[in-house]
């Protein structure tokens, strides 16, 4: 059964609507909901039940730990039992905003929410919507994306929709989502503050707040990270990055006349700077090169029209990986991996 849409209007938030949305979370349901990074498909974090449910809607396996989301920093503190003073500073720095802290968890957090692990990822949304159902549902809500196990994130109700319509309880529809891209992950482990997977923080934005900050790289993460998969945020058709270079434009056009010669049909995801170099071809524009932000808010969102265009090959144009261009680049680079 299609699952109601709500629209809430993230200007003028109508109490009644949010209510009813928590009413699910407090009842075991599953409700979508837009948070400035991507769509979240939430449930009361502290019940076991509706959390086992977020897995089997998202067919996501049970190793791969979810993100708790609060509204306000006191609610950390029945989820943590410490704080180091690199998190601290974080928090009140980037909080609320698209950060995760992975600190340890307290006895309360069920283990089916981090796995098993000891420790819990933890993050307070900055978007008013996601804000206003954490209060009004009186507890953390679980919400990992609420994309299929696999696929690119979600970023407009509508993405929700056509990967879980039937097996959610509720969609809330408040647009399109600001960033288009996950939250920055961050771990404290043996004194070191590490990035575990970049995103709507920019590593640059970090080191402005604590020094040696620096990103895992794929073997440190595949030895201390559960729930790594190398293949991630994948459209069905296959992505091929093309690297940075002085001839960027003619190596796209000869992988892109090579796969058309094989009898691929063929999409562009460009710079907008060197769009007119396509204009033959099916091509859609990412953003300017040295413009992360844009070119982050719409990566998903392009992946997933040519996904619907039912294009074969997806020929990308690699960006420089400076400031949220770094996260951008990590999910082109998952997109394209080949299937494990
Ligand atoms: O922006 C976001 O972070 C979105 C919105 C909805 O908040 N959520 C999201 O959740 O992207 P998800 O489940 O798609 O990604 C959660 C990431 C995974 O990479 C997972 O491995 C990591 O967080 N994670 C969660 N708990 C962890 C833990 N205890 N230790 C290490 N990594 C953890
Ligand atoms: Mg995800």
Redesign the pocket.
């Known amino acids: 059964m299609r699952p109601p849409i709500l629209r809430i209007d993230p200007r003028d938030i109508d109490p009644e609507l949010v209510k009813e949305a928590a009413h699910l979370i407090n009842n075991r349901g599953l409700v979508a909901f837009p948070?400035e990074?991507?769509?979240?498909l939430g449930a009361d974090a502290m019940d076991p039940g509706a959390v086992s449910r977020i897995f089997e809607a998202k067919k996501r396996p049970l190793d791969?730990?979810?993100?708790v989301?609060v509204a306000a920093e006191k609610n950390l503190y029945e989820l943590v039992e410490t704080v180091p003073p690199e998190a601290k500073k974080l928090m009140e720095r980037f909080w609320p905003g698209?950060l995760?802290l992975?600190l340890k968890k307290t006895m309360k957090v069920p283990d089916i929410v981090?796995t098993g692990?000891d420790?819990?990822?933890v993050?307070m949304?900055s978007n008013i919507i996601a804000r206003e159902l954490i209060k009004a549902a009186e507890v953390p809500i679980a919400?990992?994306?609420?994309n299929l196990f696999g696929r690119p994130?979600p970023t407009t109700a509508q993405h929700v929709m056509d990967d879980l319509g039937d097996a959610v309880d509720m969609v809330i529809d408040g647009g399109r989502t600001e960033i288009g891209l996950?939250?920055t992950?961050v771990?404290f482990t043996g004194g070191e503050t590490v990035i575990?997977?970049p995103?709507?923080i920019s590593l640059e934005e970090l080191r402005s707040v604590v020094k040696g900050i620096y990103v895992y790289t794929d073997s440190e993460l595949a030895e201390k990270?559960?729930?790594?998969y190398p293949r991630h945020y994948s459209p069905r058709p296959r992505v091929v990055i093309v690297e940075e270079s002085g001839r960027q434009i003619e190596s796209t056009l000869s992988v892109v006349r090579d796969s058309i010669e094989g009898g691929y049909k063929v999409g562009i995801m460009s710079k907008q700077e060197h769009a007119s170099s396509y204009m033959e071809f099916d091509h859609k524009i990412l953003g300017p090169g040295d413009d992360g932000r844009t070119c982050a808010s719409r990566l998903f969102h392009v992946l997933r029209e040519f996904d619907t265009e039912g294009v074969d090959i997806i020929v990308a144009e690699a960006l420089q990986e400076r400031g949220i261009g770094l996260a951008v680049m990590d999910r082109l680079r998952k997109a394209a991996a080949p299937a494990a």
């Open positions: 948070t990074t991507v769509y979240g791969d730990p979810l993100i989301h698209p995760t992975v981090t692990l420790t819990v990822a993050r949304p919400a990992p994306s609420a994130s996950e939250s992950v771990a575990l997977r995103g709507g990270s559960p729930g790594k």
